[in-house]
């Protein structure tokens, strides 16, 4: 008899589930966001609207996936070190800051900055001598 | 190439081509695409230790697409390749839980204690039956996902589990699609907890 182990049936099924996720369509992410707990039938009704606009039919999925969005949004832009410019990638350079949940344990290490085209050398020593004057040395 | 900005926990990454690609793709991202993402970081939350919120998975996983610790593959859609980053995070945050067991227990008590040093932990495996019977509960009322789900665990294809359930195809599409749903409505809802 093989022993049962939960950890891989876990693993295989939330592959399967991130697929599903994946493939869903528009239409359904956005039905799924109207049928958020709580909802009455005629909220929801409300919520999806169907409307046509040119060649392309479009589904309005209320209020939620918008709040949900821009929720995440939002999160993603917490990742970069700059975020009045988040992922401006034609800088050379971006800085980024983890969850620190997760990289709790990471050891930081500073590094030798290299010469290359996309260098953040001067940038960077420009940085660190701004922070080192805002902080009286 | 990485670096660490000197007394803070910032990395700075400089730019490649595909880190170019790839914060452009996020930046792409529709609001469905969002909606999904979040959905993805919820479900696989439920692959981690308890004290990690999807927020933390979503993330770490936009770190690490960014910082080129890990490569986009081509023909890979970025959600994807992004949820395959959060999968890696989950067996990373276990593998760090139990180095730390290994700190606290030497090795040879260890393969006394759990016949082999690379079973999973004990809390592992708790938090992933866990998990399993709360999937199991979301789709409680849908006999038919949950003839799915228990397939899809077992690493069946569809074609298998149509053929073990006596199930059509058509019956395995449009429970498909309830799933999805309810899978996107849990994505909003589910608690992390």
């Given at each position: 008899?093989?022993?049962?182990?939960?950890?891989?049936?876990?693993?295989?099924?939330?592959?399967?589930?991130?697929?599903?996720?994946?493939?869903?369509?528009?239409?359904?992410?956005?039905?799924?966001?109207?049928?958020?707990?709580?909802?009455?039938?005629?909220?929801?009704?409300?919520?999806?609207?169907?409307?046509?606009?040119?060649?392309?039919?479009?589904?309005?999925?209320?209020?939620?996936a918008v709040r949900t969005a821009n929720e995440v949004r939002e999160l993603i832009e917490a990742v970069s070190g700059d975020p009045s410019d988040p992922f401006d990638v034609e800088k050379g350079y971006i800085e980024l800051r983890g969850s620190r949940h997760i990289q709790g344990q990471r050891v930081l290490q500073t590094a030798p900055l290299p010469d290359q085209p996309n260098s953040i050398s001067k940038p960077f020593r420009r940085a660190a001598l701004r922070a080192l004057i805002l902080r009286g040395f | 190439m990485e670096h660490f900005a000197e007394r803070s926990a910032r990395r700075i990454v400089t730019v490649d081509n595909?880190?170019?690609?790839?914060?452009?793709?996020?930046?792409?991202?529709?609001?469905?695409?969002?909606?999904?993402?979040?959905?993805?970081?919820?479900?696989?939350?439920?692959?981690?230790?308890?004290?990690?919120?999807?927020a933390d998975v979503l993330q770490e996983a936009i770190t690490r697409a960014l910082d080129g610790s890990r490569k986009w593959p081509p023909d890979v859609p970025i959600l994807a390749f992004l949820s395959g980053i959060m999968r890696s995070i989950?067996?990373?945050?276990?593998?760090?839980?139990?180095?730390?067991?290994?700190?606290?227990?030497?090795?040879?008590?260890?393969?006394?204690?759990?016949?082999?040093?690379?079973?999973?932990?004990?809390?592992?495996?708790?938090?992933?039956?866990?998990?399993?019977?709360?999937?199991?509960?979301?789709?409680?009322?849908?006999?038919?996902?949950?003839k799915i789900i228990a397939g899809l665990a077992e690493g069946l294809t569809p074609a298998e589990i149509c053929k073990l359930h006596g199930m059509s195809e058509r019956q395995y599409d449009t429970t498909r699609k309830r799933m999805r749903r309810a899978l996107l409505r849990c994505g909003l809802e589910w608690s992390t907890s």
């Open positions: 008899m093989s022993c049962w182990e939960p950890h891989i049936d876990l693993m295989r099924l939330l592959e399967a589930l991130g697929r599903e996720i994946i493939a869903a369509t528009e239409l359904e992410v956005r039905q799924a966001c109207t049928e958020e707990k709580g909802r009455s039938i005629a909220a929801r009704r409300s919520a999806i609207a169907v409307i046509w606009r040119g060649p392309a039919l479009q589904v309005q999925g209320g209020s939620s | 595909t880190t170019v690609d790839i914060a452009r793709a996020i930046q792409r991202l529709s609001d469905a695409d969002l909606v999904r993402l979040k959905a993805l970081a919820r479900l696989w939350t439920r692959g981690l230790p308890p004290c990690v919120g999807w989950c067996d990373d945050q276990w593998r760090r839980a139990r180095r730390e067991i290994e700190v606290l227990v030497r090795a040879e008590d260890l393969v006394d204690l759990c016949g082999s040093v690379i079973s999973p932990s004990p809390d592992r495996v708790v938090n992933a039956a866990q998990s399993l019977a709360a999937v199991d509960r979301l789709f409680a009322s849908d006999p038919l996902a949950l």
